[in-house]
């Protein structure tokens, strides 16, 4: 207990100042008229597709399911964050952290709705289900109006999402994913992947943890969607078609399923990259493609496979951190 | 019926006054058109090693399936501690004292051994999602706790050195121990295993024997097994059941096996056989 408590903290100290050094920099960038408003509207949109990456990682990666559905928990989220935000319920920071909350649940809710029936099942059904989740809570909103702006769409939408916003909820949603899969909530979820009768053999309540999972999923996919709704002041529910779902499907892939690192490194590389390439914006979905393929054949795992970034590992590695954690002796809980 | 009935014979002579741990009643199941177990009946006492041999495609990985609940029984009742088992699906069998290893291994080859084992712990620890994500001192404490106690059950088959390993890339003869390991970790009254020493030399199969012996004296748990391997199954086993196109041909102490004409007949006498000529 000693030796884990004088490591522990001071790897969470260095982990937090990191973290807080980040944005720090982060938003004396963003805010300090160095950039050009196209490259502060990337930086704002990786922060949330990097949410949807990690957050879909979790059930496609972690749990090795299949969910074609991302978007709609995306969409809930959106719009249940947009109402609450033109509501004025609340006022100042306490009504954007309530109408990111209340997106985040409702989505989640949904997640439970949807994921009990399809995981109680084995095989694909997932993926066929929430196909047809996304596309029914499209319609949903369309045939909606007076609610939603239908069609139209929904219009004066408070833009509450900054750089500061955005990455703390990157921050939040990496943290809470890391730290239920290097718990015994987090093993469950990875044993299910493995070998699904094997974990039920072991008492594990393997139906539970796919909803758990599903639902933390849609949790973070709800609270991204709010952040959208929050950036682009307006939205339509054209921009949670099903290709949105197959987009954020695509980064988890690329970087590797069941590797958050990958999902972080996916996002940042596939969401910047017509940032490179204006002018060539009409052969995107070519070149995302080919991205894909290259992929596929020279690492088919993803470009992380399943490894992921341990700050941990790295101060071992720098300087004189060998030989405390060797003491330590254990292997599984260096996290971070 | 006669004394020497299989369906009636008791199995166990030890801990013949407690109530067994494990009792099939009849237990049948039907794939389809086929029967491939039929009238199935069983008793395991408290601390008892059991065998079930037969030749192959005998049913016998079908009833340690029905036994865990993996398949529901056309047939009969199964009992664990005098309690039915009709409601329960494989979790909570689990949960009332069950566990098992795999003939064909079933590992989480992915994970690291010692994970592997901390799955089988899972039950034993009981932080919530709240405490794993704000990480308080419960986590720390629980997965202290799980971590020295899945370390010192790999200690068993000497295998804490591997702790940190990928199961996928054991050997095959430590994959089946730690499939063993595992199941221990779900701290079961009775652990069935099925073939345990297929794939296994010569020493490598004593060494288990022993181990096997050694883990029913320090758990004080039963154990029931599924062998080919005759030195085996009549070394270490009290009680042996045969079955044979999913029927039972007979039950008995090792001896009253080995002398027995119907098993010989059907099973033994190729089997040993074949353990002769090597
Ligand atoms: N799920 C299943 N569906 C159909 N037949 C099965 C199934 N499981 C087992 N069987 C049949 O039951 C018989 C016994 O198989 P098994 O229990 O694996 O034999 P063994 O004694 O070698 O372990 C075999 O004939 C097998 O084909
Ligand atoms: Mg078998």
């Not at chain 1, 599903?214 to 709010?226: E, L, M, Q, R």
């Not at chain 2, 166990?12 to 237990?27: F, G, Q, S, Y």
């Not at chain 2, 566990?99 to 034993?124: C, D, P, S, W, Y």
């Not at chain 2, 704000?134 to 010192?152: M, N, Q, T, V």
Request: charged letters at 15%; aromatic letters at 8%; one cysteine or more.
């Amino acid at each position: 207990m000693n030796r884990l408590g004088i490591k522990t903290p001071a790897r969470y100290a260095i982990n937090a100042t990191l973290i807080i050094a980040f944005i720090y920099w982060g938003y004396v960038i963003t805010q300090g008229g160095m950039l050009t408003r196209a490259q502060n509207n990337i930086i704002i949109q990786v922060g949330f597709f990097i949410i949807l990456a990690v957050s879909l990682n979790l059930p496609a990666g972690y749990l090795g399911q299949l969910p074609l559905g991302h978007a709609g928990f995306m969409a809930v989220g959106a719009y249940i964050g947009a109402l609450f935000w033109r509501s004025g319920i609340l006022s100042g920071y306490g009504s954007v952290v309530g109408g990111l909350i209340a997106a985040g649940i409702v989505s989640a809710i949904f997640g439970i709705i949807i994921g009990v029936p399809a995981l109680r099942l084995r095989g694909d059904y997932l993926a066929i289900i929430t196909l047809g989740f996304g596309e029914m809570i499209r319609v949903l909103i369309m045939n909606l109006p007076s609610i939603t702006g239908g069609a139209q769409g929904l219009q004066q939408i408070p833009r509450h999402s900054n750089f500061l916003v955005v990455y703390i909820c990157v921050i939040v949603c990496c943290l809470v994913i890391h730290m239920i899969m290097k718990s015994r909530h987090g093993r469950a979820i990875l044993a299910i992947r493995d070998n699904e009768i094997a974990t039920e053999s072991m008492g594990i309540n393997t139906t539970y943890y796919k909803v758990m999972a599903f639902a933390v999923s849609a949790f973070f996919a709800g609270v991204a969607g709010a952040l959208y709704a929050g950036t682009l002041g307006i939205l339509v529910p054209s921009d949670f078609n099903f290709m949105m779902s197959i987009n954020i499907l695509m980064i988890v892939v690329l970087g590797g399923l069941g590797s958050m690192m990958g999902s972080i490194i996916g996002a940042i590389v596939l969401t910047s990259l017509p940032l490179f390439m204006q002018g060539l914006n009409q052969y995107r979905l070519i070149i995302y493609a080919l991205l894909l393929i290259l992929v596929m054949i020279f690492k088919p795992s993803g470009l992380m496979g399943t490894y992921d970034f341990s700050m941990g590992h790295v101060l071992e590695k720098v300087g004189g951190w060998t030989m405390r954690s060797k003491k330590e002796g254990g292997a599984s809980d260096d996290s971070e | 019926m006669t004394p020497n009935d299989p369906r009636t014979a008791l199995l166990p002579e030890r801990d013949i006054h407690k109530t067994p741990v494990m009792e099939c009643r009849a237990l049948g199941i039907d794939f389809g058109g086929l029967t491939a177990v039929d009238d199935f009946n069983i008793t395991v006492a408290p601390t008892e090693i059991a065998g079930l041999i037969g030749p192959n495609g005998a049913g016998k990985t079908t009833i340690f399936n029905l036994l865990t609940k993996v398949y529901k029984p056309t047939r009969g009742a199964m009992f664990l501690n005098g309690k039915n088992t009709k409601k329960m699906n494989t979790i909570k069998a689990n949960q009332a004292g069950i566990a098992r290893t795999f003939q064909n291994i079933r590992l989480f080859k992915e994970m690291t051994v010692l994970e592997n084992v901390l799955v089988g712990l899972h039950n034993e620890m009981n932080y919530n999602l709240l405490s794993s994500v704000l990480r308080f001192p419960e986590y720390w404490r629980s997965e202290r706790i799980a971590k020295g106690r899945a370390l010192e059950l790999l200690s068993i088959f000497n295998m804490q050195d591997d702790a940190s390993m990928k199961a996928g890339a054991l050997p095959y003869g430590s994959q089946r121990r730690l499939e063993i390991v595992r199941a221990l970790a779900t701290n079961p009254c009775i652990l069935l295993l099925d073939e345990p020493a297929a794939g296994m030399n010569h020493s490598e199969t004593d060494e288990l024997m022993e181990n096997i012996r050694k883990i029913r004296d320090m758990f004080q748990i039963a154990i029931l097994l599924i062998e080919h391997d005759m030195n085996l199954v009549m070394g270490i086993c009290e009680g042996i059941a045969v079955i044979n196109y999913g029927k039972l041909i007979a039950k008995g102490t090792p001896k009253d096996i080995q002398n027995n004409p119907v098993v010989i007949e059907a099973y033994l006498g190729k089997e040993l056989g074949n353990a002769d000529s090597h």
